[in-house]
């Protein structure tokens, strides 16, 4: 089976202007998570969606906006982007019922902002 | 908020040798995750522990989490150039949902 897909791998934007990454969770998961990775330190969450609804929001600005599909993929849009938005975006999708603790995570999307 | 310490924040080893993580956090943990990381890449799910005293191993990979539940370490024994990489430690959230909250990560060289 497929692991989790991102798109697209790296990004070049530049300040002010807005982004959408995309995220194909594992077959059959019906959670999908985000996170933000900048260099050097540990991915911090930004926000969960289950069934097409969200569940949990990190401490982001309203800048940050996310939904999920009928399909279960997901999609984690940026506006007003600044240089310190730059990093790796992680997506995580986890399986539903008694193995929903495990998290599997994306390749990632390098985004970085000149 | 919960916060997560990491102990080394970087590692060099022999191949062949045995070598211990640790990680440290502020709060009672709910359950503990280990993920490894190659650079720039992303987290490959190690194990999850959740019972104080548990034990769990992954392959030459062995993770426990103390009876207090609040610390937890990670042992490797006898690595190996495969394990080089950045293993980070993460909180699972109590709230309903899966947010993790994850250490700055611990950088481990292996030397041939």
């Known amino acids: 089976d497929a692991g989790v897909t991102q798109s697209p791998t790296h990004l070049i934007k530049t300040r002010g202007q807005q982004v959408t990454l995309r995220c194909s969770p594992i077959s059959g998961h019906k959670s999908v998570s985000w996170y933000q990775q900048v260099l050097g330190q540990g991915p911090q969450f930004i926000f969960q969606?289950?069934?097409?609804?969200?569940?949990g929001r990190g401490n982001f600005p309203d800048r940050f906006s996310a939904r999920q599909f009928p399909n279960y993929s997901s999609e984690l849009n940026v506006n007003a982007l600044l240089l310190g938005d730059s990093a790796l975006y992680l997506c995580?999708?986890?399986?539903?019922?008694?193995?929903?603790?495990?998290?599997?995570f994306g390749p990632g999307t390098r985004l970085t902002v000149t | 908020s919960q916060e997560l310490e990491q102990s080394p924040q970087s590692l060099i080893v022999q191949e062949g040798k045995n070598l211990t993580i640790n990680c440290t956090s502020s709060?009672?943990?709910?359950?503990l995750y280990w993920y490894k990381q190659k650079y720039g890449e992303g987290l490959i799910f190690l194990m999850m522990?959740?019972?104080?005293?548990e034990e769990k191993s992954h392959e030459k990979i062995t993770a426990k989490l103390d009876e207090k539940k609040q610390q937890s370490s990670l042992h490797i024994t006898a690595s190996q150039p495969s394990h080089a990489g950045i293993y980070l430690c993460g909180a699972a959230n109590s709230g309903g949902y899966q947010k993790v909250t994850f250490g700055i990560g611990t950088k481990l060289q292996v030397i041939p």
């Open positions: 522990l959740q019972k104080g005293g």
């Open positions: 709060k009672t943990l709910y359950g």
């Open positions: 995580a999708s986890s399986p539903a019922g008694g193995r929903a603790f495990e998290q599997y």
């Open positions: 969606y289950y069934e097409k609804e969200e569940r």
